[in-house]
């Protein structure tokens, strides 16, 4: 008998070579997916019934389907996200590596019509989703001092997250050869997203003095 080089996952060289027909033979089906190849049962395609891969295994007329010069079946699918399929069907378990997505395995599934695995991989991005959805938005805050006359173009000007917060009028100052010019302490803020600033992810107890004060005006 001809040796194939698979390994025991059955993901393979591109040159595994055709096993010899034999009644042991009849239960193995190879799989040629873009261009990998993949070794198993035809037990395991059949796991899921109605899927693309049940009926492939079992020659279903109505399915256009081709082989290579080795005999195996011709998927032209990503066969990066074809291991973690094929393994579910194995074992009922979907496991991914850290460079896959759920999105990317979803797609796979839908195109196998393996519906317990689509159902499997919705609920996994939705708990992702919750869990994103519910973690608290931490903001950075800045105060600002400037004049009446600096005050429009200082909160026009804003930019890179920046939004305006809170304005508090702390008084006037004496210009020589000017008109009293009243002055303002500006609170801002900026959202942070996943990455840390060390204490400042917090409202500085100024900043909260002011936000006070500015409230009672």
């Known amino acids: 008998m001809a040796e194939c080089q698979c390994d025991a996952s059955g993901h393979g060289s ?26 198993t049962t035809k037990q395991t ?3 899921e019934p109605k899927s693309f891969l049940y009926r492939l295994c079992q020659a279903d007329p109505e399915l256009d389907s081709d082989k290579d010069e080795s005999g195996a079946y011709l998927i032209d699918r990503d066969s990066v996200y074809f291991g973690p399929v094929l393994n579910y069907l194995r ?3 979907l496991v991914l590596n850290k460079n896959l997505t759920e999105e990317g395995a979803l797609e796979e599934a839908e195109f196998y019509n393996i ?5 499997l991989i919705k609920e996994k991005i ?3 989703d919750a869990k ?8 950075v805050y800045r105060v600002l001092q400037c004049q009446e006359e600096e005050l429009t173009q200082m909160v026009s000007t804003m930019s890179d997250g920046w939004k305006f917060e809170q304005l508090v009028n702390i008084g006037s100052s004496y210009n020589y ?13 900026k959202e942070l997203h996943n990455h840390s600033y060390g204490n400042n992810s917090q409202p500085s107890e100024k900043a909260k003095l002011l936000q006070e004060r500015g409230s009672r005006i």
């Open 14 to 39: 591109r040159r595994c070579p055709l096993r010899s027909t034999g009644e042991s033979s009849s239960k193995w089906v190879r799989l040629n997916v873009g261009g990998t190849y993949f070794l």
């Open 45 to 47: 395609l059949s796991r």
């Open 91 to 93: 074992h009922g378990k």
């Open 115 to 119: 519906t317990s695995l689509i159902k």
């Open 126 to 128: 939705r708990e992702r």
């Open 132 to 139: 994103i959805t519910h973690t608290p938005v931490k903001h």
């Open 177 to 189: 050869g000017n008109e009293d010019q009243a002055e303002f302490l500006c609170v801002v803020s």
